[in-house]
């Protein structure tokens, strides 16, 4: 079975500009979640999606949004972006058969950096 | 709220040293456990879980017990070897927060000859 794939890999995009981040769950993988991996904040919870509804949403600017579509394809948008979005973006994937004990799949990131 | 508290990195250890990276947790809940591991330039890997009281995960020779008592989450690992450098994460995920995860800030474990 195919993992979770992102696209792109890299990114780099200046000041103001805006980005979309693409993410492809494993087949079947109803629930999609996007991280914010930075040296100084560490992993940080952006938000997840499941059926296409935004189920849980971290402490993130409205800069930062998201959407699924039917096929559980998921991308997130930050719009001006600042130099301190330059990150690591991580996307995961998982079931959700019980909440609380599910696995999350992460796919390999797109490094997005902000000049 | 929850949250996982993990020990502070780096480590520098010999090849075939006992690794210990300490690990507790606060949740409101009955949480899952886990640890996930990061190589350089990708994304996390799980490397074992555990899902309620005194489970203990295991994978590629790392374990982990969930121990409720003290709230914690230890991994370790008998003889580690210089492909076991990477940054390893704890994490819980909390039934009563939906399917949200909450990460440590990770250790780095690096692994000489």
């Known amino acids: ?33 996007w991280y914010q991996q930075t040296p100084g904040q560490g992993l940080q919870f952006l938000f997840e999606y499941f059926s296409e509804t935004q189920r849980n949403k ?21 719009s001006t972006l600042e130099l301190g979005d330059s990150a690591l973006y991580l996307c995961a994937s998982s079931l959700v058969a019980a909440a609380g004990q ?9 490094r997005l950096l902000v000049l | 709220g929850d949250s996982v508290t ?3 990195g780096p480590v520098t250890l010999s090849e075939e040293a ?3 990276i300490n690990c507790t947790y606060t949740a409101t809940g009955y ?6 591991v990061q190589y350089p330039g990708e994304g996390l890997q ?8 005194d489970d203990k995960g295991s994978n590629k020779g790392f374990e982990a017990t969930y121990r409720k008592e003290t709230t914690s989450f230890h991994l370790e690992k008998g003889s580690v070897q210089v492909s076991d450098s990477a940054v390893y994460f ?12 909450y990460f440590g800030t990770g250790t780095s474990l690096t692994v000489i000859p």
């Open chain 2, 31 to 36: 949480p899952s456990l886990f640890w996930y």
């Open chain 1, 1 to 33: 079975k195919a993992g979770v794939t992102q696209t792109p890999r890299y990114l780099i995009k200046t000041r103001g500009q805006q980005v979309t981040l693409s993410c492809s769950p494993i087949s079947g993988h109803r629930s999609v979640s």
């Open chain 2, 18 to 20: 006992f690794l210990t």
């Open chain 1, 58 to 78: 971290g402490n993130f600017p409205g800069r930062f949004s998201g959407r699924q579509f039917s096929n559980s394809r998921s991308e997130m948008n930050v």
């Open chain 2, 6 to 8: 993990q020990m502070e």
């Open chain 1, 102 to 110: 599910e696995t999350q799949y992460f796919g390999p990131g797109t």
């Open chain 2, 46 to 53: 799980l490397l074992l879980k555990a899902t309620k009281a």
């Open chain 2, 90 to 101: 704890c994490a819980l995920s909390d039934r009563n927060t939906g399917n949200q995860f």
